[in-house]
């Protein structure tokens, strides 16, 4: 199975309308926990909740394969099906008779907060969704008319990006206008208020939160072509400023004092950055011929190289917070985007065809130079 392949196209024409994670400001984080991207779509995301990593998995094979939650078990495969319900039989019936039919979504999204999961639903209305995992029924917190680009859900309030209109399939256009929408979590009825909107521009990536700010991506088509930046914005609204130009989708990461984000060059190659909270004092860490990938491990940054390359030439390479080269490792051809990283290393499924899905932890410890 295949699962984030497909991505890899859309990402070279930034067509990718992303699904959302939190990425919490370091001081925030527990030792050593996993903090998801917010790139990932299509139930191929995983959250972490009280040291336990579950993500949208299909219970069968083959097309429609309706997608449940999972824990994963301790080898990075389907543990138990998220299911509450007393005398479930989810895993004796067939897809037409699901007596947790609730657990079955097309989710644009997964990330952990306030104790429960949360994921983006597109089965017959357009909204977010939290899960317990504990069991028990899963409640509606957020329904929109709009397309939902992608939801935060950070200290009691649910953010989320409407496109103004939709995009056409598989179509970069110029876009009609976004905006970011505040609400709070627990009032589903309370309106809700747009604490920053673009006229004339898309969205594309998530949006993250470090260190109290928001952080997305906004792109625009001219006569000068593409352009896309990482915008910062103030959860209270009002304020916001380009913090990275030519820099976008995904590509955001705490690492150390300092962020890391991947820089689309004028010749097609892309470059990872370090970058003080103000975007300047900027370090080159790796320029690929790919758009690459970065994730925060601690004080550390990751660059996968990038997930189009062919069997040999990805690799995953970390760096100091100053830039220093830590060492490197082939990534194998079969491995998913990466999805995220601890302290000590980064996660991918693994996509070999005809195996089942399972969360891969690649460590980065002893790497040689």
């Known amino acids: 199975m295949k699962r984030l392949k497909g991505l890899a196209a859309l990402l070279l024409s930034l067509a990718l309308l992303a699904g959302c994670a939190a990425a919490p400001a370091k001081e925030e984080r527990e030792e050593g926990a996993f ?9 191929a995301g995983v959250a972490q909740l009280d040291g336990a990593l ?22 990075g495969g389907k543990g138990r099906i998220v299911c509450g319900k007393a ?17 079955s979504h097309t989710v644009t999204g997964l990330m952990a907060a306030d104790g429960a999961l949360f994921a983006g639903s597109r089965n017959g209305a357009v909204g977010v969704t939290r899960f317990d995992p504990k069991g028990g029924p899963p409640e509606t917190v957020l329904t929109s008319e709009k397309e939902i680009a992608c939801f935060l859900v950070w200290d009691g309030d649910i953010y989320y990006a409407q496109q103004d209109q939709p995009f056409p399939a598989g179509e970069l256009t110029q876009g009609s206008g976004y905006r970011l929408m505040k609400r709070p979590l627990d009032a589903p009825d309370a309106p809700a208020e747009a604490i920053y909107a673009r006229e004339g521009r898309g969205y594309i990536g998530c949006c993250q939160q470090i260190g109290g700010a928001l952080y997305l991506t906004e792109f625009a088509l ?3 072509g593409e352009e896309m930046n990482i915008v910062r914005v103030s959860p ?3 304020d916001a400023a380009v913090f990275a130009p030519n820099c976008g989708g995904h590509f955001i990461a705490q690492v150390g004092k300092r962020l890391g984000v991947a820089r ?6 892309w470059t990872a950055l370090l970058l003080d909270h103000d975007g300047g004092n900027a370090i080159e860490a790796e320029t690929t011929q790919a758009p690459c990938q970065v994730a925060g491990a601690g004080e550390n940054l990751l660059v996968d190289s ?37 302290e000590t ?6 996509e070999a065809i005809g195996a089942a899905p399972r969360l891969i932890r690649v460590g980065i410890k002893g790497f040689a130079p």
């Open 236 to 238: 209270e609204g009002g």
């Open 54 to 75: 579950y993500a949208f998995l299909p219970k069968g094979e083959g097309p429609g394969a309706r997608e449940y939650l999972y824990e994963l078990n301790e080898d």
């Open 306 to 342: 990038g997930i189009s390359l062919p069997a040999g030439d990805r690799t995953l390479t970390a760096y100091s917070e100053a830039g220093e080269r830590l060492g490197s490792m082939v990534i194998p051809a079969s491995y998913s985007a990466i999805l995220g990283a601890d």
């Open 87 to 103: 005398g479930c039989a989810h895993e004796e019936q067939g897809t037409l008779l699901d007596p947790c039919h609730a657990y």
């Open 345 to 350: 290393g980064a996660y991918y499924w693994d």
């Open 264 to 269: 689309r060059n004028g010749d097609g190659t």
């Open 35 to 43: 903090v998801a991207h917010g790139y990932l779509r299509g139930g």
């Open 222 to 224: 001219g006569d000068g």
